[in-house]
């Protein structure tokens, strides 16, 4: 509706050029307009005056141009006795934001604001198209009759004339600016030519400002737990910084569900909250995880938030938060896949040398093996870190200051605090050779009860309290050789790296962060190699590797391949099957291959020190380019690991995706996930080596301003009230515009 504003705004030019036009064909000042000027800019090849009528006529391209407004006819015609002025043939206007209006002819009336366009044609800045018998304006009303609406591509690309993938008709369509809204009468859809549904009561906003309250786009599916889906969201917006959606589900198997999402931007930032909330039945679980024939029927929700406020430019502060009433909630309406929900209240300080953070976290675990009361709360969680440039001997001191507080319902509560200096100095030798240098320092403290309700021993530690002190010294050296090969350039860099630690205490100390240790290249070099503070790697080792790299036209490769050795044979805390518990550690690598867009392979193993088995063997391809592609991945993980101090069992799966694009507008995609695991990999898994988790398979069709898509899912797995089976959804979205009232 942007249209028939243009016109009349664009018209206002031409009328104030009228009286300029008996004195001169170049630039003139137009009349005084309650004291406004404008600037007119006017051109025509020729020009008459009808004295005896008193007619102005100016002809032969006719241009006109003033405030970024732009006008071309053939001829303008200005009636100084009734005030009528009109202009015909090949009539073009463009406003400054790019819109181009076409019309037979345009005629305004000597209110400057009141006229009527014949046979008009508005192509919009962002490609849309609205076109109309006439149109006309009144006191500020714009209406035009029997109109069209469509933002598709009218010709295909060898310009020949195509009919639109969508468009909407209409008997009259309006325009009220003092609401800001366009209304249709009469309105229909059509669909790649055929008429669809009627649209009674459509509007939209018509631009001037952002959104407006009215229905979106509906999504239909149909999944076995719950039948027939419909959703229909209903969009309000409450001030030009918030808005929210309510979108109701209605199922034909069960009681409707009631979605709700508010949004608002302040001024120190934005939140979010949305909520999910319904009344039905659901399967109690027993402790092998089959359903039980009680049923528990009450009020089920999610309630989700997530938000950031920036305070100074230094301090932030940044929140989300998850919570459902029951385990399958999230699975049996197709909300969520995840089994944990993570919730977080985040302080952060950041400038050029200092972080401070601090930070309270809560967690809730929707897995069958979950306990509430043995979730943690984390609070407060501290973490501060100063950097001092080039202090000592041209190294960089970093200081940090740590504390954690855990706590449970029904389960061990662990307080910790440390403080460290780590000083590190890089230096490149005369032979080209990188030296790091590493100095670091540690102070311990820790505070725990209740350890006995931990069942795994080893992650108890002591009760009460207890400390300890950490030490290392390291020296690492790379030594980068540069040549050229196959017409590229190849890069060999040796790598050495010495770590001495003494030793540390860390049976008597609690285990809450450094539990899934495993041995993989991204952690071969690093100072302590379990993923958090409270186990720290002693002894001295050396570890050693080599990386290469190759690059050509259009292609690189990437390898490292490593391993460590530890001077003393010594027993150590890793767990045996992790690579790294004998004096010589497995041999672990990565490898990448790319092929400009074509081809991305990065493949990750761990191979058995003594026997050479493979560990880990983990392979992520992707092949093919945007619109035709197939994605693969398989994992196994065959570390035979005693599964009474390890929670992370052995796994192999196979990972496949991929989406083929034919015809130019359609495509077929589709994945799978299938469980290859057995019993000799992992004695306490249910699977037989070959059991699918779920798969996907769709078609869909996606041009300039439609996306049709068809989507059939199953699931392979029964939890609770979310039942395996097939989920069918269907969603179509028209560009460009939401079916809002």
């Given at each position: 509706m942007k249209t028939l504003n243009l016109l009349c705004r664009t018209a206002l030019?031409?009328?104030l050029c009228a009286p300029a036009v008996a004195a001169a064909q170049e630039t003139s000042p137009p009349p005084s307009t309650g004291g406004e000027e404008r600037t007119v800019d006017f051109s025509a090849d020729q020009l008459t005056y009808d004295s005896q009528a008193d007619i102005v006529t100016a002809s032969g391209e006719v241009r006109m141009t003033t405030e970024g407004n732009r006008l071309r006819a053939d001829t303008v015609v200005w009636n100084r006795e009734t005030g009528e002025v009109r202009a015909e043939g090949n009539v073009r206007v463009v406003n400054p934001q790019g819109d181009a209006a076409y019309g037979d002819s345009i005629v305004?009336?000597?209110?400057?604001?009141?006229?009527?366009?014949?046979?008009?044609?508005?192509?919009?800045?962002d490609g849309g198209r609205l076109a109309a018998d006439r149109a006309e304006r009144d006191d500020g009303?714009?209406?035009?009759?029997?109109?069209?609406?469509?933002?598709?591509?009218?010709?295909?690309?060898?310009?020949?004339?195509?009919?639109?993938?969508?468009?909407?008709?209409?008997?009259?369509?309006?325009?009220?600016?003092?609401?800001?809204r366009i209304r249709y009468v009469g309105a229909t859809l059509s669909l790649f030519g055929m008429p669809i549904i009627g649209l009674p009561g459509l509007s939209h906003p018509d631009g001037t400002e952002a959104g407006g309250t009215g229905l979106l786009v509906p999504d239909i599916r149909i999944s076995r737990s719950n039948g027939l889906e419909l959703s229909l969201p209903y969009y309000l917006k409450i001030a030009p910084n918030k808005d929210a959606t309510i979108t109701p589900h209605i199922y034909t198997d069960v009681l409707p569900m009631l979605e709700g999402r508010y949004r608002q931007l302040t001024e120190l930032g934005a939140f979010e909250l949305g909520a999910y909330v319904t009344h039905s039945s659901r399967i109690g679980l027993d402790p092998l995880g089959s359903p039980t024939l009680d049923r528990n029927e009450g009020i089920r929700a999610y309630l989700e938030?997530?938000?950031?406020?920036?305070?100074?430019?230094?301090?932030?502060?940044?929140?989300?938060?998850?919570?459902?009433?029951?385990?399958?909630?999230?699975?049996?309406?197709?909300?969520?896949?995840?089994?944990?929900?993570?919730?977080?209240?985040?302080?952060?300080?950041?400038?050029?040398?200092?972080?401070?953070?601090?930070?309270?976290?809560?967690?809730?675990?929707?897995?069958?093996?979950?306990v509430a009361g043995q979730q943690p709360v984390a609070l407060p969680a501290v973490d501060a870190r100063f950097r001092l440039e080039d202090p000592v001997w041209d190294g960089n001191i970093e200081l940090q200051a740590n504390s954690l507080a855990i706590l449970r319902t029904e389960g061990q509560n662990t307080q910790r605090a440390f403080a460290s200096a780590m000083w590190e100095r890089r230096s490149i030798t005369g032979m080209g050779q990188e030296l790091t240098l590493t100095a670091y320092g540690r102070g311990d403290i820790y505070h725990t009860s209740d350890t006995l309700l931990t069942p795994i021993e080893m992650y108890r530690g002591e009760e009460g309290w207890s400390s300890r002190a950490i030490g290392a010294l390291a020296a690492d050296l790379k030594w980068p050789f540069i040549g050229e090969f196959l017409g590229g350039t190849q890069r060999l860099t040796p790598r050495v790296q010495l770590v001495a630690t003494p030793p540390t205490e860390n049976l008597d100390i609690p285990n809450e962060d450094a539990r899934a240790v495993d041995l993989e290249d991204s952690n071969l070099f690093a100072l302590n190699r379990f993923p958090g503070y409270d186990r720290w790697e002693d002894g001295t080792r050396v570890t050693y590797g080599v990386e290469w790299a190759l690059d050509l036209p259009g292609t690189a490769i990437r390898t490292t391949v490593g391993q460590s050795y530890r001077l003393d044979d010594k027993s150590n805390i890793f767990p045996v099957?992790?690579?790294?518990?004998?004096?010589?550690?497995?041999?672990?690598?990565?490898?990448?291959?790319?092929?400009?867009?074509?081809l991305d392979v990065v493949h990750r193993f761990r191979l058995d020190k003594d026997s050479l088995a493979i560990r880990r063997n983990e392979i992520d391809a992707v092949v093919g380019g945007r619109q035709?592609?197939?994605t693969i991945g398989y994992l196994r993980l065959n570390r035979d690991i005693d599964p009474a101090i390890e929670d992370l069992r052995d796994r192999e799966e196979v990972r496949i995706g991929g989406r083929v694009k034919f015809a130019n507008y359609w495509s077929v995609f589709g994945s799978a996930v299938v469980d290859l695991t057995n019993r000799e990999e992992d004695p306490l898994s249910d699977a037989d080596g070959y059991e699918p988790v779920r798969h996907r398979l769709g078609i869909a069709y996606d041009d300039d301003c439609i996306e049709i898509g068809l989507t059939w899912r199953r699931d392979y797995e029964t939890t609770g009230d979310f039942r395996r089976g097939n989920?069918?959804?269907?969603?179509?979205?028209?560009?460009?515009?939401?079916?809002?009232?």
């Amino acid at each position: 509706m942007k249209t028939l504003n243009l016109l009349c705004r664009t018209a206002l030019p031409l009328l104030l050029c009228a009286p300029a036009v008996a004195a001169a064909q170049e630039t003139s000042p137009p009349p005084s307009t309650g004291g406004e000027e404008r600037t007119v800019d006017f051109s025509a090849d020729q020009l008459t005056y009808d004295s005896q009528a008193d007619i102005v006529t100016a002809s032969g391209e006719v241009r006109m141009t003033t405030e970024g407004n732009r006008l071309r006819a053939d001829t303008v015609v200005w009636n100084r006795e009734t005030g009528e002025v009109r202009a015909e043939g090949n009539v073009r206007v463009v406003n400054p934001q790019g819109d181009a209006a076409y019309g037979d002819s345009i005629v305004l009336t000597d209110t400057l604001r009141d006229g009527m366009v014949d046979n008009m044609l508005l192509v919009l800045e962002d490609g849309g198209r609205l076109a109309a018998d006439r149109a006309e304006r009144d006191d500020g009303r714009t209406t035009l009759y029997r109109a069209a609406y469509t933002p598709c591509a009218v010709v295909d690309s060898e310009g020949c004339p195509r009919d639109p993938t969508w468009k909407i008709t209409a008997v009259k369509v309006v325009h009220d600016p003092i609401k800001n809204r366009i209304r249709y009468v009469g309105a229909t859809l059509s669909l790649f030519g055929m008429p669809i549904i009627g649209l009674p009561g459509l509007s939209h906003p018509d631009g001037t400002e952002a959104g407006g309250t009215g229905l979106l786009v509906p999504d239909i599916r149909i999944s076995r737990s719950n039948g027939l889906e419909l959703s229909l969201p209903y969009y309000l917006k409450i001030a030009p910084n918030k808005d929210a959606t309510i979108t109701p589900h209605i199922y034909t198997d069960v009681l409707p569900m009631l979605e709700g999402r508010y949004r608002q931007l302040t001024e120190l930032g934005a939140f979010e909250l949305g909520a999910y909330v319904t009344h039905s039945s659901r399967i109690g679980l027993d402790p092998l995880g089959s359903p039980t024939l009680d049923r528990n029927e009450g009020i089920r929700a999610y309630l989700e938030g997530s938000g950031k406020f920036q305070l100074d430019p230094e301090w932030s502060i940044t929140a989300s938060g998850r919570y459902v009433t029951d385990r399958t909630f999230l699975r049996r309406y197709d909300i969520s896949r995840d089994d944990r929900l993570r919730s977080v209240v985040n302080a952060e300080r950041i400038n050029e040398d200092s972080y401070i953070s601090i930070a309270g976290w809560a967690f809730q675990g929707l897995r069958l093996t979950d306990v509430a009361g043995q979730q943690p709360v984390a609070l407060p969680a501290v973490d501060a870190r100063f950097r001092l440039e080039d202090p000592v001997w041209d190294g960089n001191i970093e200081l940090q200051a740590n504390s954690l507080a855990i706590l449970r319902t029904e389960g061990q509560n662990t307080q910790r605090a440390f403080a460290s200096a780590m000083w590190e100095r890089r230096s490149i030798t005369g032979m080209g050779q990188e030296l790091t240098l590493t100095a670091y320092g540690r102070g311990d403290i820790y505070h725990t009860s209740d350890t006995l309700l931990t069942p795994i021993e080893m992650y108890r530690g002591e009760e009460g309290w207890s400390s300890r002190a950490i030490g290392a010294l390291a020296a690492d050296l790379k030594w980068p050789f540069i040549g050229e090969f196959l017409g590229g350039t190849q890069r060999l860099t040796p790598r050495v790296q010495l770590v001495a630690t003494p030793p540390t205490e860390n049976l008597d100390i609690p285990n809450e962060d450094a539990r899934a240790v495993d041995l993989e290249d991204s952690n071969l070099f690093a100072l302590n190699r379990f993923p958090g503070y409270d186990r720290w790697e002693d002894g001295t080792r050396v570890t050693y590797g080599v990386e290469w790299a190759l690059d050509l036209p259009g292609t690189a490769i990437r390898t490292t391949v490593g391993q460590s050795y530890r001077l003393d044979d010594k027993s150590n805390i890793f767990p045996v099957g992790t690579g790294l518990s004998d004096q010589f550690s497995d041999f672990v690598g990565r490898t990448s291959v790319k092929l400009g867009r074509k081809l991305d392979v990065v493949h990750r193993f761990r191979l058995d020190k003594d026997s050479l088995a493979i560990r880990r063997n983990e392979i992520d391809a992707v092949v093919g380019g945007r619109q035709t592609y197939a994605t693969i991945g398989y994992l196994r993980l065959n570390r035979d690991i005693d599964p009474a101090i390890e929670d992370l069992r052995d796994r192999e799966e196979v990972r496949i995706g991929g989406r083929v694009k034919f015809a130019n507008y359609w495509s077929v995609f589709g994945s799978a996930v299938v469980d290859l695991t057995n019993r000799e990999e992992d004695p306490l898994s249910d699977a037989d080596g070959y059991e699918p988790v779920r798969h996907r398979l769709g078609i869909a069709y996606d041009d300039d301003c439609i996306e049709i898509g068809l989507t059939w899912r199953r699931d392979y797995e029964t939890t609770g009230d979310f039942r395996r089976g097939n989920t069918f959804l269907f969603r179509i979205a028209l560009k460009n515009l939401g079916l809002q009232r």
